[in-house]
């Protein structure tokens, strides 16, 4: 097995890369580290997650430029939002993968108006600010890609937990699900798991392919067999 480039210089690097590039191109906004980059409990597999706080005025300008200004820094492959938050007037949450970068490395990025920084219930439970543009098969690649990193990780348990609520999520029915995690589980094998939930992905959204494609390259990386 062998380990993509995943120097955590070259992470924190992007990550600060990222925060100036979103506060020069909308002044009087700040983003801040988060998560276990900011607490320094990360390890080499661990996502990039940011918290940029613009002025309320501004919200909506912001969330309308925020892909091409990330695009400045690397190439954009794909931006999804939290459909929890994806019709909210004062946050979003938006997952955004690179296209030259690690498939760990993807940056959870929350956006808040200044007036709610800082309440992580804020329109949690507010049905208006639900939306519905929600792709489940790449929902579940990105159980996949968890997936990879609970088995590096050394934690099986979740791994397994992971594998069958991604399959699940693409139609699979509930007993094959268990038994794909269980047999993950008891082999210490994942790679097929994965796999199987890349093929799945695909077959529920055939759009996701490219994305699935570079899952599948991944588990034969660093799984075993």
């Given at each position: 097995?062998?380990?993509?480039?995943?120097?955590?210089?070259?992470?924190?690097?992007?990550?600060?890369?990222?925060?100036?590039?979103?506060?020069?191109?909308?002044?009087?906004?700040?983003a801040?580290?988060?998560?276990s980059?900011?607490?320094?409990?990360?390890?080499?597999?661990?996502d990039?997650?940011?918290?940029?706080?613009?002025?309320d005025?501004?919200?909506?300008?912001?969330l309308?430029?925020?892909?091409?200004?990330l695009?400045?820094?690397?190439?954009?492959?794909s931006?999804r939002?939290d459909?929890?938050?994806?019709?909210?007037?004062?946050?979003?949450?938006?997952?955004?993968a690179?296209?030259?970068?690690?498939?760990?490395?993807?940056?959870d990025?929350?956006?808040?108006?200044?007036?709610?920084a800082?309440?992580?219930?804020?329109?949690?439970?507010?049905?208006?600010?639900?939306?519905?543009d929600w792709?489940?098969?790449a929902s579940?690649?990105?159980?996949?890609?968890?997936?990879?990193?609970?088995?590096?990780?050394?934690?099986?348990?979740?791994?397994?937990?992971?594998?069958?609520?991604?399959?699940?999520?693409?139609g699979?029915a509930g007993?094959?699900?268990?038994?794909?995690?269980?047999?993950?589980?008891?082999?210490?094998r994942?790679?097929?798991?994965?796999?199987r939930?890349?093929?799945?992905?695909v077959?529920?959204?055939?759009?996701?392919?490219?994305?699935?494609d570079?899952?599948?390259?991944l588990?034969?990386e660093?799984l075993e067999?």
């Open positions: 097995m062998s380990l993509p480039d995943l120097d955590p210089a070259r992470r924190y690097a992007l990550a600060r890369q990222l925060m100036n590039t979103l506060e020069a191109e909308f002044p009087h906004s700040v801040e580290l988060r998560g980059l900011a607490s320094g409990a990360a390890d080499p597999y661990s990039i997650d940011l918290a940029w706080t613009v002025p005025a501004d919200f909506d300008a912001c309308a430029g925020v892909e091409a200004c695009g400045r820094v690397r190439d954009v492959a931006l939002s459909p929890d938050l994806q019709r909210s007037r004062k946050r979003r949450l938006l997952f955004v690179f296209r030259d970068l690690p498939l760990f490395w993807r940056l990025l929350e956006i808040s108006a200044r007036s709610v800082g309440d992580p219930a804020y329109d949690r439970d507010n049905p208006a600010a639900r939306g519905d792709s489940a098969a579940a690649l990105a159980n996949a890609v968890a997936v990879v990193k609970a088995v590096l990780r050394q934690r099986p348990d979740v791994a397994a937990g992971l594998l069958e609520r991604g399959l699940r999520r693409v699979v007993d094959a699900a268990v038994a794909a995690a269980e047999a993950g589980t008891v082999s210490g994942w790679q097929a798991g994965v796999v939930l890349a093929d799945a992905a077959r529920h959204e055939p759009a996701q392919r490219p994305l699935a570079r899952v599948r390259r588990a034969a660093l067999p």
